[in-house]
């Protein structure tokens, strides 16, 4: 359910509510363009991917790529969305140099996908997110501004790759939901195989559509969207600087232009690109190459039955199945692999110890080495094994620490190095009473100050046996034998 949650803006005289809509564009995974067979592979020479049709060489008809269709219908059905029997292409005109045929093959009035909604998770509660719809278009190309001081060129790579401009409803209030929403969006397209999330390599971006309103006013303010932001970090700092500027303008009794800015990642703040264009600019126009789209019931329900287990699901399965809190379902779902690899090792180990293995030092050490999943050295097989280790008392977890640091250099099994180094956990009562005995007598001191009240000594006891024992002592066994001796 949703919970109610205030970001308000202090401005000199009034607080002031952000309202932010998006509009995602993801590309969709597939090896060849929307209405082309051209390769959309990332990384090549430039134009060396274009097609006649990408080029919009005269007679040149676009063909739609059936592939493409699905990888959209599966990401709507992802969102809870309706997806619409009836569709058309249209043609969005505008004139740039890296759009070569002079339009955008888009859809407007009667997009493939309808209203959905995604749920995020938030320290606050659950928060539902409408979507508005869920578009089809293809890609412009590229422009390359630093390759020479007094020229630019196009690169046409990209022309006619297939996107999915997913938009949502203004139901947005901080940059921490937006951050949220993104990660949620990427992380269902993922399960679905419909998108990387790549935003590095510009895979997935976003145009940001913020205004500002008085606490309490019902009424949406003038907009202003931030184009083209392809990172989680500077949409949220784009935002608040945004926001900001605004309610400086109204404060100063100025009015709000309507108007597509640009953020500056550097100077940390957005500038003027152009007056905010409204559909009517863009004279859309059914394509008349492309005959409208309908699908068949039976087609769709096809992809809907062999949909996989996503987010949301997967997490309650887990708060269920594997007696895991929200907080720690939400985190290991949040990604397919992470999710994958979690359930391979708790069915091979203990539940408890691989939730808090795996949320903690492990997700560190890939941090840290800034490896993923697929390129951990640590496998699955290594770290049910590590833990096994911990759990029959073999090695303590201080003792698993070590061993762990070494799987990370060597990548070797873990019982192989526990056997090598020595260093499997001392359980013998006889030789840790001994050790127990010496630190005692070596201690007298403290000891008289335990037995005349100050308690919180025992743990100086218990980690001065541990250090004694070289880390092998069995914790359990030092703290009921040191309870006996020092009672």
């Known amino acids: ?35 082309s067979s051209s390769s959309t592979k990332f990384g090549a020479e430039p134009n060396c991917q274009v097609s006649l049709i990408d080029a919009a060489m005269p007679g040149m008809l676009p063909v739609i790529n059936k592939f493409c269709i699905e990888q959209a219908i599966k990401t709507g059905l992802g969102l809870n969305a309706k997806i619409n029997s009836f569709s058309v292409f249209d043609r969005k005109n505008y004139f740039y140099a890296d759009l070569p ?5 888009s859809q407007y009035k009667f997009p493939i996908v309808g209203e959905g909604e995604v749920l995020l998770d938030m ?55 937006v951050g949220e929403y993104i990660k949620k969006i990427r992380s269902i397209m993922r399960y679905l195989e419909t ?5 590095e390599e510009g895979s997935l971006r976003a145009d940001v559509n913020i205004s500002v309103r008085k606490v309490g006013d ?6 202003c969207e931030i184009k083209n932001v392809n990172s989680i970090k500077f949409m949220q700092q784009a935002i608040e600087f945004e926001a900001k500027r605004q309610i400086d303008l109204l404060e100063q009794g100025k009015s709000i232009d309507q108007e597509t800015r640009l953020y500056d990642t550097k100077k940390n703040e957005t ?55 929200n907080y720690e379902a939400a985190v290991l779902t949040a990604d397919k692999e992470t999710a994958d690899f979690f359930e391979k090792v708790a069915k091979n180990s203990d539940v408890k110890l691989a939730t808090t293995w795996i949320m903690g030092d492990f997700f560190a050490s890939l941090n840290k080495l800034q490896k993923s999943i697929s390129n951990s050295p ?39 190095i526990v ?13 840790i009473e001994k050790i127990i005995d010496k630190v005692l007598m070596d201690n007298q001191d403290k000891v008289t100050e335990y037995k005349s009240g100050k308690v919180k000594l025992f743990g100086f006891f218990v980690g001065s046996v541990i250090k004694e024992s070289k880390g092998k002592a069995n914790p359990g066994v030092v703290n009921d034998l040191l309870k006996k001796k020092l009672s």
């Open 419 to 431: 056997e090598e180094k020595g260093l499997i956990q001392q359980t013998d009562v006889k030789e």
């Open 271 to 325: 500038r003027s690109m152009r007056s905010k264009e409204d559909a009517h600019d863009y004279r859309y126009f059914p394509d008349p190459d492309l005959l409208p789209l309908e699908l068949e019931n039976s087609f769709i329900q096809k992809i809907k039955n062999e949909l996989p287990e996503l987010p949301d699901q997967k997490k309650d399965r887990f708060i269920n199945e594997y007696r895991l809190s």
């Open 378 to 416: 640590i496998t699955v097989e290594n770290l049910a094994s590590l833990l096994n280790l911990i759990k029959t008392n073999i090695i303590s977890g201080r003792i698993a620490k070590e061993v762990f640091e070494m799987m990370l250099l060597d990548k070797r099994d873990p019982k192989i």
């Open 218 to 223: 019902k009424n949406f303010g003038t907009r």
């Open 123 to 177: 320290s606050y509660g659950t928060k539902k997110i409408g979507i508005e719809r869920l578009h089809l278009e293809q890609d412009a190309g590229k422009s390359l501004h630093d390759q020479d001081p007094t020229k630019s060129f196009i690169d046409l790579n990209r022309s006619g790759v297939a996107l999915m401009e997913i938009v949502s409803k203004p139901d947005l209030r901080s940059p921490e939901e």
């Open 1 to 35: 359910m949703n919970k109610d949650f205030n970001y308000f803006l202090q401005g000199e005289k009034e607080k002031w509510e952000v309202i932010i809509g998006l509009e995602v564009h993801a590309q969709i995974l597939s090896n060849a363009k929307l209405f």
């Open 195 to 199: 998108c990387d999330g790549n935003m």
């Open 101 to 105: 045929q002079g339009y955008q093959i």
